[in-house]
């Protein structure tokens, strides 16, 4: 009898020590499953251009993949002043992300909001602040001008300057024209010509002296021949 008393309690021990080793498993395994299933921390936010424009970008690092629903919020003064969106992102190992597209302003505020039902139903701390510098346009590249060279034109005359003496040259390879014999003399020197003045006039005063001469005979031959006549 006593050995079968024993017996029972050494089995009704180990009973009861594999029940809580069972137990304390069950409920490391439990915390353990709920760890790996989602948490906050698995969660990040950032403000980012993409080309012209601001977007936002939640990434999910859950290896396990829970479905989570993600809300962004304008903030002002610390409270909701418009809601940007909602998208559902699942998370794996490498992560994923999702964007939203917002133009953003520099140093504003969003909240993110993250539901993943029944692990995580709270916001990203700290809440997203944005940039100091808003996102530039492209700049247009502008050809850069090609430089020519000026030409040299001959300055304007002004009316009534004096136009400029001809250079040597022009001076020496034009000769001046003869305009002597086209412009009409002066009335002085007509004068001199016709009483003389002129080469011929001394032969052409000649001339006519012998003319006078001979006539001069010829009347006085004339004359006595006549009173010669009239005695006889």
């Not at 190992?93 to 039902?117: C, L, M, S």
């Not at 700049?139 to 002004?158: D, K």
């Not at 136009?163 to 001046?176: F, L, R, V």
Request: negative net charge; proline residues 8%; hydrophobic residues 35%.
């Amino acid at each position: 009898m006593a050995v079968l008393s024993v017996s029972r309690r050494t089995v009704a021990r180990s009973v009861r020590a594999l029940g809580v080793v069972s137990a304390s498993a069950a409920l490391a395994l439990g915390v353990a499953g709920n760890a790996a299933a989602c948490n906050i921390n698995e969660f990040s936010a950032a403000a980012k251009c993409d080309g012209e424009k601001g977007v936002i970008t939640v990434t999910d690092v859950d290896p396990a993949g829970v479905p989570a629903t993600i809300t962004v919020f304008l903030q002002n003064n610390g409270a909701d002043e418009k809601k940007i969106g909602e998208q559902v992102v699942k998370g794996s190992r490498e992560g994923t992300t999702i964007t939203f597209e917002e133009d953003w302003q520099p140093n504003a505020q969003y909240r993110i909001h993250v539901e993943a039902k029944p692990y995580v139903d709270e916001d990203i701390k700290p809440s997203l602040t944005t940039p100091a510098t808003a996102c530039k346009k492209a700049e247009e590249e502008t050809p850069t001008p090609t430089p020519s060279t000026p030409t040299e034109s001959a300055p304007a005359e002004e009316p009534g300057a004096p136009a400029p003496a001809p250079s040597e040259s022009e001076s020496e390879s034009t000769a001046p024209a003869d305009t002597s014999s086209n412009a009409p003399s002066p009335a002085g020197d007509s004068n001199l010509a016709e009483t003389g003045a002129n080469s011929n006039t001394g032969l052409i005063a000649g001339v006519a002296a012998a003319l006078v001469v001979a006539g001069g005979g010829a009347v006085f031959f004339g004359m006595r021949r006549r009173g010669a006549k009239s005695e006889g």
